[in-house]
Every structure is written in structure tokens, then in C-alpha cells.
């Protein structure tokens, strides 16, 4: 057996907190200004909470020096001597002042203060209803880090960003920006963990532990639990591992609900590991596979924020994990799955296994949740990133109002959707010689990918978010640092976070 492995004590986000006072009044270390794009005379012009230090320091020389544009997420840095904490006042643009200025503002801030004490800005207090949230998030996703290093993290984000002129009549909206930044933050940590610590336990485990913080009821079905209830897809593509399968429910009920409040089942594609199965994986196609989970950490990170951001519906999570890989006992191509709930797959390629995880989940969901909509998030086919890039999610809807809330939601939230088209043309491909359905159609690969699961939504209205596309950023730009993204948690809090999260849908 492998020694057991211990991770590292993990750097956490920024505290935030707000003040009345003027960021100069603040003891701070740092205070960041935000840069306004130039006015009728041609000269950039300092956001609120300037007045007093520009009185003592040539701020609007420095960044006329520095050529500065105020573009969003712009840092010009301008050192500060004497007495006092004061060391640093960096001026920030806020470009545009839309929302996505104002989290990429936040996390090229977070960026510019790694290992300092304290930080005050007005950024916020710009425009303090539209900023606030997406300042939060982007502060807290830029200070990601994940570290397995024997002398400790790199670096350490910002203890403490104090939000200066802003009351404490803005603490409900800080809470909630909070929560949708930590899904955010939450998501990335469990997609970036090595898979020889997150096996389909240790995320089952990581689960259940928050489910308990945040108010949740938690079930897990291990490998004898999922035979006796007919699994067959979890079962299937875990069946080679030395870590067994799981599924996992997350159960959230709003504090005011009754027997009419809707509920929305969203399901993760957890593979905790994807070699490919016998249809081996490329060594360069398998490198970021630890990741094949982010659809799973989705639904936990999702799940564990509800109650912060007020959902006012049901919302049952469920998230079907497995490592896809090699061994004598893995499952073969050619072989025959038989899901949940009776419908059978041939299984032409291994490497298209979390169709068959997710099917598994979906006819759960329809049968024992009774769901009202149902969704889906998986990073499900490389066809995705060859659509879409590495910068946007890609989505199918069979409802126009679940589309356009999700439409909006993405906006809202900064995670970039784009629709998909559930195409009848390619039905046809599903068709196997032995099985119900093909599990490896053909292309266009996401579109018949999209397919295969809406055999498994009982007509209900439902989503499938494809985020293999968006599943690791390339680089460190704006909220996105280098590596897994978590990508949907966010987006998701966005929607159902909203007084009406299901209005329209299916009228
Ligand atoms: N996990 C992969 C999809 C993926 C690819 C995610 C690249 C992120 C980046 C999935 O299980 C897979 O292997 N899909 C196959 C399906 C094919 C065999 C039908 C694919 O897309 O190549
Ligand atoms: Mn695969
Ligand atoms: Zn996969």
C-alpha cells in the first residue's frame, strides 16, 4: 500500500472587511485607488477616498509619468516613506466600470499586494451596488494558490482588504459576494488537488464534511450500495480502480419551504482520474485529467452556498464519482452497461465514460428526486475546446426561459456561456448494433455527446453545461489563475441565488 498522503496547510482567501472611513484613516499597509478613464480635458481622473492623499503625493503626476490609460486592471505602484503603515499606494483602472472591470480591477489588485499585511481601497465605493460583488470575487480568485511544497506556499495572498467608505449597511451584499467568490475559490481547490489524494472517497469525505458547515443533508452510496440500486454506468467505468465509486446527494432546502417550493437537480461529473481506460489516453491528453472531477466540485461548491446567497428553491446535488482506469479488470470496448433505471449502453470507447456516469445520475434524478429541472455540468468532450477555446462554457438547453436565465446568470457572474444546439440531424449516430445508444457516437462530438444524456432527462426541462473547454486556464489572467478553474460555480449561485431562479421555465 502507498503511504498515506497528507496535503499541505493551504494558503485561504483575503478577509474583508468594510469601513466608513477614508482609506488613509484605515491602518493599512497598502491603499489602492481606483483610476477613472480620462474626463473632457484628456486627464485620467482618481475614483472616491483620493482627496486626502493626493494632497500629500503627486498622484495624478505619477500616472501621467507612467503613461497610465485606466484601463481595467492597470497597477501603477507609487512607494510611500515616513511614518505611519502606509507603504504603497497603488492606483488601479477601473476602465469601463462594468462589472467585469471591476473583477478584473480586483484581481490584478490581488496580485499586486501577494504577502502584504493590509490593503484599503474604494474601489468599490465607485459604484458600490454593481462593484461590490464582483470586486470581492475577483480579489479572492486572483489570491488563489494551491501549493505541495516542503517549505510552504510561494506566496501568501492579502491578509485583509479593507473596503473603505463603504457601511455596514453593505454587509448583506458583502456576505453574499463572499459566497459566490469562495464557490469559486472552493471549486478550483478541489479540481487542482492530485488524484492520489482525491480519490472517489476523499471526495465523497470532502463533501459530507461540507455539507455538515453549510446546513446540508448528505448521503453517499459506496460500491456495494450502488450494485443493490442498479448503478450500472458508476460501476462500470470505476470497476478498475483500487478506489472504488461513489455517489454523492446533496440535499438544500430553503428556511421558508414547503410541499409547492420547486426543486432543481444538478448533477457533477466526478471522475476523479481519467486515463482514458483501455482506450488509453496520450501521456499530453491525460496530464490535466486530475481535473475530469470539476463538474463534481461544481455541484459541492454550488450546494455549500446556497443558504449565503438565499435560494429560494430546493436544489438537490448530485455528484457520480469514479476513476476511469487500467487494469485487468477494466471495462472493455464492446462491452455492455446497463444504467440506472434499465437503459443500456455498448460502451465503443472507454474514454468516453463520463456519459456513462451521468447517465446514471440523470435517471436517478428523474425517478427519486422529482425534479422540476434538472442540470448538468461536465467536462465531458475535448469537441468542446475544439469549438470553443479554453474561454467560454458551452451549454444546450431544451427550454428557451432555462436558456436565457443561464444566458444571464453567465453574464452576471463573469463564467462565459455559449449555446449549443441539441441537433435532431444527429440522432441517428446514437444507434448501436446491441445497445440502446452508442457511447461513443461520433462527431460533432459535444453535440452527440449532449444527445446521449437526454435519453436520461425524462423530458424534463433540462441544461447541460459542457465546461471541458474552460476546465484549465492556460495562464494567470483576470479571476483565472494558471491551472484548473472550477469553472460554473459562480454562474450557478448566480442563478439560483435570485428571487425567480426558475421563472418561465416550462411554460
Ligand atoms: N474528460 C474527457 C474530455 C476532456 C477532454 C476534458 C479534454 C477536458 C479536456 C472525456 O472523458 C473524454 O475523454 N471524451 C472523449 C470522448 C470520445 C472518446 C468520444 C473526447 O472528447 O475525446
Ligand atoms: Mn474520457
Ligand atoms: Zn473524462
Known sequence: MPTALTLPSQVTPPRFVLSELGPEEVDAEVVALPV?????????????????????????GILEVEGATGKAGEVISYPVTGEGPLRRILLVGVGAQRRTDF????????????????????????????ALEPFVVGA???????????????????????LAELGD?????????????????????????????????????????????AGLTAKVWDEKA???????????????SATPPRLIRLDYKPAKSGRRTPTVAIIGKGITFDTGGLN????????????????GAVVIATLAGLAAVGCPVKVVGLIAAAENAVSGSALRPGDVITHYGGRTSEVTNTDAEGRLVMADALAYAVDEVEPD??????????????????????????????????AEAADVSGELLWRMPLAEAYEDKLASKIADADNAPGGPGAITAALFLRHFTGGLPWAHLDIASIGDAPADRDEWTAGPTGFGARLLLTWLGQDEPLAGIGG
Open 373 to 406: 429541472v434538472i442540470l448538468d455540468v461536465a467536462t465531458l468532450t475535448g469537441a468542446m475546446k475544439v469549438a470553443l477555446g479554453q474561454q467560454l462554457g458551452g451549454y444546450f438547453a431544451t427550454d428557451e426561459a432555462l436558456a436565457r436565465l443561464l
Open 226 to 240: 450502488l450494485a443493490k440500486d442498479g448503478f450500472g454506468g458508476i460501476l462500470g467505468v470505476g470497476q478498475a
Open 169 to 213: 449597511d453593505r454587509a448583506a451584499a458583502l456576505e453574499r459576494a463572499r459566497a459566490i467568490a469562495e464557490a469559486g475559490w472552493r471549486a478550483r481547490f478541489l479540481a487542482t488537488v492530485p488524484a492520489a489524494l482525491k480519490n472517489p472517497a476523499w471526495l465523497a469525505d470532502q463533501a459530507v464534511a461540507l455539507a455538515k458547515d
Open 280 to 295: 488509453l489516453k496520450p501521456g499530453e491528453g491525460m496530464a490535466t485529467m486530475k481535473r475530469d472531477m470539476t463538474g
Open 103 to 130: 473583477r478584473r480591477a480586483g484581481a490584478a489588485l490581488a496580485r499586486a499586494v501577494r504577502d502584504r499585511e493590509s490593503l484599503a481601497t474604494t474601489i468599490p465605493a465607485v459604484e458600490p451596488d454593481l
Open 36 to 60: 477613472l478613464p480620462a474626463d473632457e480635458t484628456g486627464s485620467l481622473v482618481l475614483g472616491p477616498g483620493a482627496t486626502v492623499l493626493a494632497e500629500t503625493h503627486d498622484l495624478l
Open 140 to 162: 479572492t480568485l486572483g489570491s488563489f494558490g494551491f501549493h505541495w511544497r516542503s517549505a510552504g506556499p510561494e506566496w501568501r495572498p492579502v491578509a485583509r482588504i479593507t
